[in-house]
């Protein structure tokens, strides 16, 4: 939550807003906006999402897997021939 905390407190002073501004701009509670930028916050999507458009933004959502290296098999061992570590 803190990269999204951080994503909040970026676009807020980008905007030349204070949180005391954003939280009347929004109606959400300062101390919920400082909870959030602190990365300390629980707040829903919804919440995210009004705070984001009092600010002029929306919220983009991504899902992704990690990636994953296959590692491919060794070849096997030929009979008689010296170990290779």
Do not use: W, Y
Request: charged share 20%; aromatic share 2%.
């Amino acid at each position: 939550m803190h990269r999204v905390g951080q994503t909040f407190a970026d676009a807020r002073a980008e905007a030349g807003l204070t949180q005391t501004q954003l939280a009347e701009l929004s109606g959400v509670h300062q101390s919920c906006l400082s909870r959030l930028e602190q990365g300390n916050g629980n707040a829903t999507i919804s919440t995210l999402e009004t705070v984001a458009a009092a600010m002029g933004c929306k919220i983009e959502i991504r899902l992704s897997r990690p990636s994953v290296r296959v590692r491919e098999p060794s070849p096997p061992a030929t009979p008689g021939a010296p170990f290779a570590a």
